[in-house]
């Protein structure tokens, strides 16, 4: 079943079919949109070929809250956020036509639904177009900042609720966006500086992270000398990424210490991609 002639008011079933994993995301997105809650990509599974075989589509809320497990409880705690709604569309793929098709499905959640008027802005829902990305860098470019970028686009939209997305949202866009576009020359070089370190020492260390379309994202380092002080002063790390500039949105990290002297000593550094857990781990 072709995705594109699907009527947009139509619900889910059993049996329905695909022509591709995208598809099949964009269909489900538009029914949880007339409905009012937020899709989740969840779990995939791959062949060897990287062809996707199985993808599970959730409700934003399924799963539970983990309990807190520190000696003492916060002073301020969110509202629960997840309800373990087990409403979920889930895809399999038919080797014998190549398309995808419902195998499971669960309509029904357990918690309340967003209204109409609010339904634009639920995360799945929420997207920078490539016009709003560009004005927000011709924005960045004459000297405003996120924030007052934002806030026009809200001037110019009638209102920041007509907008579609959210300040992080543009945070994130632009700085996937500059990451992606990373020049060869910029990675070329410090690959081969990290190459030259290495000649020079063996002990000069560095790890280089990729991503699923082996593009560089994290980078990690630490040279003799930080490592030799790690040795010494490394009962006590910390690790800090408020160093970042407002042109690239992207994090450095330190590992940092306090020798004899009390002096700062870096023990290492990190150039991430974001501030995401897999990132941090």
Request: charged fraction near 30%; include cysteine; hydrophobic fraction near 30%.
């Amino acid at each position: 079943m072709d995705c594109s002639k699907l009527a947009e008011d139509r619900t889910p079933e059993l049996g329905m079919e695909f022509n591709s994993e995208e598809d099949a995301y964009k269909f489900y997105n538009k029914y949880a949109f007339k409905m009012g809650f937020s899709v989740r990509k969840d779990y995939l599974n791959k062949d060897k070929d990287g062809v996707t075989t199985s993808r599970r589509y959730s409700c934003c809320k399924e799963g539970v809250k983990r309990k807190y497990e520190g000696d003492v409880m916060p002073k301020r705690t969110r509202a629960p956020t997840k309800t373990g709604c087990g409403a979920k569309m889930v895809i399999v793929l038919f080797r014998g036509t190549m398309k995808y098709y419902v195998h499971d499905l669960v309509l029904e959640h357990n918690h309340e639904l967003h209204i109409a008027q609010c339904a634009h802005m639920i995360p799945s829902q929420r997207k920078v177009t490539e016009a709003q990305g560009f004005q927000a860098e011709i924005s960045e470019d004459a000297g405003l900042s996120l924030k007052q970028s934002h806030e026009l686009m809200g001037k110019e939209a009638g209102g920041m609720e007509n907008v579609g997305y959210t300040r992080e949202d543009l945070k994130r866009y632009l700085r996937t966006r500059r990451e992606r576009s990373l020049k060869y020359g910029e990675t070329g070089s410090m690959l081969n500086y990290f190459q030259e370190q290495t000649l020079e020492n063996p002990s000069f260390f560095h790890a280089v992270q990729l991503d699923c379309e082996e593009q560089i994202t994290n980078i990690f380092w630490a040279d003799a000398g930080m490592l030799i002080d790690y040795k010494f002063f490394g009962d006590v790390v910390t690790f800090d990424t408020t160093y970042k500039t407002n042109k690239e949105y992207r994090p450095l990290g330190v590992f940092v210490g306090f020798n004899q002297h009390r002096q700062i000593v870096i023990f290492g550094a990190a150039l991430m991609y974001d501030e995401t857990i897999d990132s941090f781990k």
